[in-house]
């Protein structure tokens, strides 16, 4: 089945630590994004790739970092640099660059540093 | 820049009957699309539907539908024949061609009653 894995689905982390979030998707889509939402509120970006080895920061990429070495792959660490990390991550893929095609999201991973 | 709005943050429905949540958009540009996701308690988020700006005619899919109203730049979501699984939160969003993110609303959580 086609579709984006996001893993671990619970991650608990101390504080100071820098942690990596791991998405895959085999729709043989260009376009990866990683989104956070916070508690009742809508998604933000985070980082978006367009494609391999190229990758921008979204609305709120201070103390995220992202790599896109394959076109399956776009992993997302959380470093210690970033204020609040406690948040639920989720990434999605679209087919095309830059177009209207909806976004296809993974089930998420729910980040808790304490 | 875009913003979407979503003015209800919660609502009760009769199982059975239809629902009907709000959505407005603030948008410059011309060409733009319109999606609504259904978010459940397990976090994952579930495309529902899309519309395009220069599409005719309303979305639908299968009991969803899109009340567009490109001149009240409006977006509204009616779901027919509310079911318990329908119980969820529902985002609308916006995307821009060439732009490389979904703009979302706050959200509007639907609780369906037996």
């Known amino acids: 089945d086609g579709g984006i894995t996001q893993s671990p689905k619970y991650l608990f982390r101390k504080e100071g630590q820098n942690v990596t979030l791991s998405c895959e998707q085999n729709?043989?889509?260009?376009?990866m994004y990683w989104y956070r939402q916070d508690p009742g509120q809508g998604l933000r970006l985070i980082y978006y790739?367009?494609?391999?080895?190229?990758?921008q920061k979204g609305d709120i990429a201070e103390g995220y970092s992202v790599s896109r070495e394959k076109k399956e792959s776009f992993p997302l660490t959380v470093t210690s640099a970033q204020k609040n990390p406690t948040a639920f991550y989720l990434c999605?893929?679209?087919?095309?660059?830059?177009?209207?095609?909806?976004?296809?999201f993974g089930p998420g991973t729910r980040l808790t540093v304490t | 820049a875009q913003k979407i709005t979503q003015t209800q943050p919660g609502m009760f429905v009769q199982e059975k009957e239809a629902v009907t949540l709000d959505c407005t958009y603030d948008?410059?540009?011309?060409?733009?699309?319109l999606f609504w996701y259904k978010q459940p308690s397990s976090g994952e988020m579930i495309f529902l539907i899309y519309?395009?700006?220069?599409?005719?005619q309303n979305a639908t899919e299968g009991r969803y539908s899109l009340n567009f109203q490109k001149a009240r730049k409006s977006a509204n979501l009616v779901i027919s024949a509310s079911q318990l699984g329908d119980s969820a939160m529902y985002f609308c969003?916006?995307?821009?061609?060439?732009?490389?993110?979904?703009?979302f609303g706050g959200g509007t959580r639907v609780l369906v009653k037996p």
């Open positions: 999605a893929s679209s087919g095309r660059q830059g177009g209207l095609d909806e976004q296809y």
């Open positions: 729709l043989n889509h260009d376009a």
């Open positions: 790739s367009q494609i391999v080895n190229d990758f």
């Open positions: 948008t410059s540009d011309q060409s733009y699309g």
């Open positions: 519309q395009g700006s220069y599409d005719e």
């Open positions: 969003a916006m995307i821009l061609p060439g732009d490389n993110k979904l703009t």
